[in-house]
C-alpha cells in the first residue's frame, strides 16, 4: 500500500464533508472522531500497518454516502 494515504484522503473527505457542517454526524469532524477511536480499537486489536491504514480509510469515508442519499447512506 502506498505510504501514508491517510492525510491525502483526510483532504478528500473535508472536501467532500466539509459544506455539510449543519449535521451532527454528517461532517468532517464526525469522520475525524471515528478514525481517532479505531485507532484506538485497531492497535488494541493488535491489527497489522495495512490493516490500520485500510480501518483509517473505511473510517474517514463512512458517511460520505450521505453526500449522494440521505436515506440508507450506509450502503453507499
Given at each position: 500500500?502506498?505510504?501514508n494515504?491517510?492525510?491525502?484522503i483526510?483532504?478528500?473527505?473535508?472536501?467532500?464533508?466539509g459544506p455539510?457542517?449543519?449535521?451532527?454526524?454528517?461532517?468532517?469532524?464526525?469522520?475525524?472522531d471515528?478514525?481517532?477511536?479505531?485507532?484506538?480499537?485497531?492497535?488494541?486489536?493488535?491489527l497489522?500497518?495495512?490493516?490500520?491504514e485500510?480501518?483509517?480509510?473505511a473510517?474517514?469515508?463512512?458517511?460520505t454516502?450521505?453526500i449522494?442519499?440521505?436515506?440508507d447512506?450506509?450502503?453507499?
Open positions: 500500500m502506498k505510504d494515504l491517510i492525510p491525502d483526510k483532504k478528500y473527505v473535508n472536501m467532500l464533508l455539510l457542517e449543519d449535521h451532527y454526524y454528517h461532517q468532517y469532524e464526525h469522520a475525524l471515528v478514525m481517532n477511536r479505531s485507532i484506538e480499537l485497531g492497535q488494541k486489536e493488535g497489522s500497518k495495512d490493516n490500520l485500510l480501518l483509517l480509510i473510517a474517514l469515508f463512512h458517511d454516502g450521505f449522494i442519499q440521505y436515506d447512506n450506509e450502503f453507499i
